[in-house]
């Protein structure tokens, strides 16, 4: 595989060209490191998400008159993007339509992926244009995974996340196949704050489809943070699969289609509508580190 390194202020990241895929955050200079690595429980430390996120009804969908086939997350995880720019703080990398993408998603894109170190985080930027000549549908989204715990031997209950803002709204969960169910739920998150626990993950994934926060924290004593900033995402999962060592934290731009949803891709909710010719883009910001006094 095609890897590429960057280093900034107090973090090293390294990419991976299959899946523009983030497979390693390391503090600096301890090099401990806080993204999950792709251990069998689930072989993945951070994939891309595009063209849609979650799932759709039976993986299917209907677009002029025909339907086409898109498994869960869409293929952008699954294919080779090429490298753009690369350099010791910075890359970039690009994925366009093809043969093999119009088979499953009929329109012309390019969907760039960029990182970069600025300051003390890292950055990740991606944007996504329409270069075809009809409207596009598209969703995207990011979906880290980090270690839970976040230091050997600190107890996986001693972690919390903290919210930037009070979330006061309930959230939503998925049913057996991957869909959006109707209704809502009662947010385990009290003000700023969720506890963690496995047990919240049973039912899957907790999905905030209106976070008020635009930033998270993830720690617990004796531990290192981790924050999470986003802008241009509306919605926001959080996941783990129960019984391993990792906690998702994932700003989305669209999400599962309802269970009840079985219309034309541009009517899905929450996907982007994108005018030809135009360009849509979102950030995502990861930094880690200890608090003053704490290490």
């Known amino acids: 595989m095609d890897f590429h390194s960057i280093a900034g202020v107090g973090l090293r990241a390294r990419i991976k060209a299959d899946g523009a895929e983030l497979c390693s955050v390391r503090m600096l200079p301890s090099e401990e490191e806080v993204l999950w690595q792709a251990l069998p429980a689930w072989p993945q430390h951070s994939p891309v998400l595009f063209p849609i996120v979650g799932t759709l009804k039976g993986n299917r969908y209907r677009h002029g008159g025909r339907e086409y086939e898109l498994g869960r997350h869409g293929f952008a995880r699954h294919r080779r993007f090429e490298w753009v720019e690369r350099s010791a703080s910075s890359c970039r990398l690009v994925l366009t339509d093809d ?10 894109f390019r969907f760039e992926v960029a990182y970069a170190m600025v300051e003390r985080a890292l ?24 270690n839970w715990p976040l230091r050997p031997g600190i107890a996986k209950d001693a972690h919390l996340l903290s919210f930037s803002d009070v979330e006061p709204w309930p959230i939503r969960r998925i049913n057996s196949d991957g869909l959006l169910k109707a209704e809502t739920f009662v947010s385990p998150i009290a003000g700023r704050r969720l506890d963690l626990r496995e047990d919240l993950f049973a039912a899957d994934a907790i999905i905030m489809d209106r976070p008020v926060s635009h930033a998270v924290r993830f720690t617990a004593p004796g531990a290192p943070f981790v924050d999470v900033f986003w802008d ?14 990792f906690l998702c934290i994932e700003p989305w731009r669209g999400m599962s289609s309802p269970a009840d949803f079985a219309g034309e891709i541009t009517e899905k909710p929450g996907m982007m509508l994108i005018p030809p010719g135009a360009r849509r883009a979102a950030l995502h910001r990861i930094s880690a580190g200890y608090e003053a006094g704490s290490e």
């Open 232 to 245: 241009g995402f509306p919605e926001l999962g959080i996941w783990m699969r129960p019984g391993a060592d």
């Open 123 to 146: 950055e990740i930027t991606y944007s996504v244009t329409n270069t075809g000549s009809e409207v596009l549908p598209a969703s995207m989204g990011a979906h880290p995974a980090f």
């Open 99 to 108: 043969d093999a993408t119009r088979a499953a998603y009929p329109f012309s």
